[in-house]
């Protein structure tokens, strides 16, 4: 009976041990990415990359004149790469980039997996402006989710821009049956749009500080910076971050 007890104590002592084991290694990687970004000059890049993360990133507009995308591709520094690219497509009721159809073929033929995103106003019809980008954008398989870049009020209330929003945002995911992405900086968010649109996969702007993004929700994107170089692009560029692995960016994409 002694030699039974002793046993089960043994065994119950080590349970606790991989247990604790188990719980402190689950802590240490959650500090690990909740903690400060780890910031790395890259002069390839011009700008201070957050190296936490593996996946990278562009987003352009016709700002970034003619872009050369098999030199975005095959740069690479320390393993730093652009593997993805976010593209305008439209404005407002009426506006289409000049670059977009160019840059959507270009980018899916240099390999980098691409998205396109409209710039809204909650001062436009959003049906209206629905109807612009899905005339313009043909998402495939492999593509990722639309984006609604929402970043202005024009004077219009939290109440009217959440409306606004909701109607565009539905319109995009009856169109290509995915849920859109939403792209503002933390004080837009937390201003006009809040808790009812924390559904929606967040692409945060947060320039020139050296901790995450600062946002009580998850966000799924980081723009860090709008002063980035890259090959191929003679203008400055946006950069961001995914917050996942190349697995997980695969599995966002339009299946």
Same mark, same amino acid.
């Given at each position: 009976?002694?030699?039974?007890?002793?046993?089960?104590?043994?065994?119950?002592?080590?349970?606790?041990?991989?247990?604790?084991?188990? @719980?402190?290694?689950? /802590?240490?990687?959650?500090? *690990?990415?909740?903690? #400060?970004?780890?910031? /790395?000059?890259?002069?390839?890049? =011009?700008?201070?990359?957050?190296?936490?993360?593996? /996946?990278?990133?562009?987003?352009?507009?016709?700002?970034?004149?003619?872009?050369?995308?098999?030199?975005?591709?095959? &740069?690479? /520094?320390?393993?730093?790469?652009?593997?993805?690219?976010?593209?305008?497509?439209?404005?407002?009721?009426?506006?289409?980039?000049?670059?977009?159809? %160019? $840059?959507?073929?270009?980018?899916?033929?240099?390999?980098?997996?691409?998205?396109?995103?409209?710039?809204?106003?909650?001062? *436009?019809?959003?049906?209206?402006? @629905?109807? $612009?980008?899905?005339?313009?954008?043909?998402?495939?398989?492999?593509?990722?989710? #639309?984006v609604l870049d929402i970043e202005v009020h024009n004077n219009?209330? #939290?109440?009217?821009?959440?409306?606004?929003?909701?109607?565009?945002?539905?319109?995009?995911?009856?169109?290509?049956?995915?849920? #859109?992405?939403?792209?503002? $900086?933390?004080?837009?968010?937390?201003?006009?749009?809040?808790?009812?649109f924390d559904d929606y996969p967040l692409w945060v702007a947060?320039?020139?500080?050296?901790? %995450?993004? %600062?946002?009580?929700?998850?966000?799924?994107?980081?723009?860090?910076?709008?002063?980035? %170089?890259?090959?191929?692009? *003679?203008? &400055?560029?946006?950069?961001?971050?995914?917050? =996942?692995?190349?697995?997980?960016? *695969?599995?966002?994409?339009?299946?």
């Amino acid at each position: 009976m002694a030699k039974k007890n002793r046993k089960r104590l043994r065994a119950f002592f080590l349970i606790v041990s991989v247990l604790t084991l188990a @719980a402190t290694a689950g /802590v240490w990687w959650l500090l *690990r990415q909740q903690g #400060p970004a780890n910031f /790395v000059r890259y002069e390839e890049f =011009g700008i201070d990359i957050p190296v936490n993360y593996s /996946v990278h990133g562009i987003d352009i507009s016709k700002f970034q004149g003619n872009v050369n995308w098999r030199a975005v591709k095959q &740069m690479e /520094v320390e393993n730093i790469k652009i593997s993805f690219a976010f593209i305008k497509a439209t404005e407002g009721i009426t506006r289409q980039d000049a670059t977009f159809r %160019r $840059n959507w073929e270009k980018a899916r033929d240099a390999g980098v997996i691409r998205g396109a995103y409209h710039f809204f106003y909650s001062t *436009r019809d959003p049906l209206k402006q @629905a109807i $612009n980008f899905k005339n313009v954008v043909q998402l495939e398989s492999g593509d990722l989710p #639309p984006v609604l870049d929402i970043e202005v009020h024009n004077n219009q209330s #939290p109440a009217v821009i959440r409306s606004t929003a909701r109607i565009w945002l539905e319109e995009m995911e009856k169109a290509y049956g995915v849920k #859109p992405i939403i792209y503002t $900086n933390i004080h837009f968010y937390e201003t006009y749009l809040g808790k009812e649109f924390d559904d929606y996969p967040l692409w945060v702007a947060h320039y020139y500080q050296k901790e %995450r993004p %600062r946002s009580a929700r998850n966000w799924v994107f980081w723009q860090h910076s709008d002063i980035g %170089r890259v090959n191929g692009i *003679r203008t &400055m560029v946006d950069f961001n971050v995914f917050r =996942g692995d190349s697995a997980a960016l *695969r599995k966002l994409c339009i299946p």
